[in-house]
């Protein structure tokens, strides 16, 4: 099953002439306000081929929704000055970022600009996890009084049924078959919205990093497991059951270390963070408690084995893209993660072994580093309940 979603270009943004496609316009309309703010209701006109007084209208709704305010007048040699149009500020999300370790609470505009972040420990309980999530989102709503809450995104770190909104595949989470959507809309109100990390990575790519040109991508995130997301010819792919990009669960070796998932020698027992942190460790003698940032803030001050741990790491992140690149063939692909931190040293080893896989008359797709994972999660989470108003179709 795939849920289509694509990259928005305005050359392909001609708005409907029947009055049964209003809501095809103002969609329209309004993602160019996003994508182009500021903007004049006349650029407006000339951008999706609509007459002013159509574009006036539909302006003038979101306006008196508080989707959009105006702003500054622009100058022009002669004739009316134009007044710009923006995103309000006053239409907002929260956004849920859950981690095996801790879980991020946050509130933003449709902009993507955040105003509020708590970070908590993420429970072993999921019952005890959504409790103190709500208590955060009540905090939030109870401290910002005159704004409309769209909704909640949620970022998992596993797989879900769409059809029943239970978490069903996270191995690193260790939760099992449960409902986290419904006692959150019970509690809300509003809509709630549920994504794999690595998705959610790809649409805040898709969304908020010009990603106009670019359709096809693959995010891979690294972190206590590896996860995949996909965006191919303008889509992102789920597959069936919600289960599509589970490349980290692919046996790089089947007589390899057990992974958390029941499998042994997965990708991501030998490239995510814990796997690095394992190489070191059995490399000698250390006093322990010792987390991923630490490793590389002692490969940054020249210790040696950190480096070799690192190395391997980034050997085997690279080993496994190959399985991307020859069977995705992306333009691009984001790793997103602690890793990228220090990219200079380590990024070099996984782009060597990416260009040993692309076959003849392929191209080596390009390697980009984002290490505000938690960031680009917690965007991703804003654009699944963005796409309510702004549609799918981007």
């Known amino acids: 099953m795939y849920r289509r979603m694509r990259v928005a270009d305005p050359k392909r943004m001609k708005g409907a002439a029947s009055d049964v496609a209003r809501v095809i316009n103002r969609r329209i309309v309004l993602n160019l ?229 029941g499998g042994h020698g997965c990708w991501e027992v030998y490239a995510s963070n814990r796997a690095a942190l394992r190489y070191y460790l059995e490399s000698g003698p250390d006093s322990g408690g010792m987390t991923f940032p630490d490793l590389l803030g002692r490969a940054d001050n020249g210790d040696v084995r950190a480096i070799q741990a690192i190395e391997k790491m980034a050997h085997y992140l690279g080993l496994g893209m190959r399985m991307i690149v020859a069977g995705l063939a992306p333009e691009r692909i984001i790793v997103v993660g602690d890793l990228t931190r220090s990219w200079d040293r380590f990024g070099p080893v996984i782009e060597a072994e990416v260009r040993d896989q692309v076959l003849p008359g392929g191209l080596v797709p390009r390697l980009d580093a984002s290490g505000d994972g938690a960031m680009a999660r917690l965007r991703g989470t804003l654009a699944l309940i963005l796409q309510k108003d702004f549609g799918p179709y981007l």
């Open 33 to 261: 306000i996003r994508t182009r703010q500021p903007i004049s209701r006349a650029d407006l006109a000339r951008l999706c081929g609509l007459q002013r007084s159509t574009i006036s209208l539909i302006v003038e709704q979101l306006i008196e929704e508080s989707w959009v305010v105006e702003g500054a007048t622009g100058r022009l040699p002669r004739g009316r000055r134009p007044t710009f149009l923006r995103l309000g500020e006053d239409r907002v999300i929260i956004g849920v970022d859950i981690r095996p370790g801790e879980t991020t609470v946050a509130l933003a505009d449709a902009n993507a600009r955040f105003t509020f972040r708590e970070v908590i420990a993420t429970p072993s309980d999921p019952a005890i996890a959504v409790s103190q999530i709500l208590q955060v989102i009540e905090r939030i709503r109870s401290s910002t009084p005159g704004k409309k809450l769209e909704g909640v995104g949620i970022s998992l770190p596993g797989r879900f049924n769409p059809s029943s909104d239970r978490l069903v595949f996270s191995p690193n989470l260790q939760w099992r078959d449960f409902d986290l959507r419904t006692p959150v809309i019970e509690a809300t109100g509003v809509d709630v919205a549920l994504e794999n990390a690595a998705n959610a990575c790809v649409l805040s790519a898709v969304w908020f990093e010009n990603m106009e040109s670019c359709r096809n991508l693959a995010v891979v995130t690294v972190s206590e497991g590896i996860g995949t997301g996909i965006f191919i010819n303008g889509e992102l792919v789920r597959g069936s059951n919600n289960m599509a990009g589970e490349f980290g669960h692919v046996p790089l070796d089947p007589k390899g270390p057990l992974c958390g998932c």
